[in-house]
């Protein structure tokens, strides 16, 4: 009778020894393509969503040409005005004329309106064409209406008028 206490005897064979299960688990081959695959999926949402993010665009940048020329652009009766959204939402809507003095047809005008705190730190910052696309271009002479809604401006904002920039003419 063997004693299973004893070291194992080198001269036994192999053959001859208890065979000895290693624990482990085993896992189907389609268990594996699935968890590689799932693997991979996670892998390529965290890259897309963590990753490197785009450039962001450039800044609107006024050309000399434009510089020259936005002294014969008006900013005319400006007002604000609060209103509701179909989802109960504050939409703040700026509300005004812009005015073409000069001797040019102006193709696009790109406003951006600046909003404080009461502390006068900006919290927002809104970019948008008061001049082109549907309300086409600005002859010389000439006065459109303009309207500029928003919708994410945060609770600590005055309530003031923000300050308005044209930041970027286009001509025909």
């Known amino acids: 009778m063997l004693d299973d206490r004893l070291p194992p005897d080198p001269e036994v064979p192999s053959a001859f020894k208890p065979a000895v ?19 991979l999926v996670l892998g390529i949402f965290g890259y897309m969503t ?19 020329y936005l002294k014969s652009l008006g900013l005319e009766n400006v007002h604000m005005q609060a209103s509701e959204s179909y989802t109960n939402q504050r ?8 005015a073409n003095h000069g001797d040019r047809t102006v193709k ?5 309106c600046v909003f404080y ?15 082109g696309g549907t309300a086409g271009p600005l002859a010389p002479g000439g006065t459109k209406p303009f309207r500029l809604a ?6 600590t904002w005055t309530q003031a008028l923000p300050t308005l920039v044209i930041r970027e003419i286009k001509f025909e």
Do not use: C, M
Not at 91 to 98: A, F, K, M
């Open 108 to 112: 696009q005008a790109l406003v951006t």
């Open 50 to 68: 963590f990753g490197p993010k785009p450039a962001p665009p450039p800044q609107p940048v006024l050309t000399p040409e434009a510089r020259e």
């Open 150 to 155: 928003f919708d994410t401006i945060p609770d």
């Open 117 to 131: 705190d009461w502390g006068h730190q900006e919290v927002a910052r809104e970019n948008d064409y008061i001049v």
């Open 21 to 39: 299960e290693k624990p482990g688990v085993k896992i189907s081959p389609i268990t594996f393509v699935f968890g590689t695959g799932a693997l």
């Open 91 to 98: 939409v703040i809507e700026i509300l005004g004329d812009i």
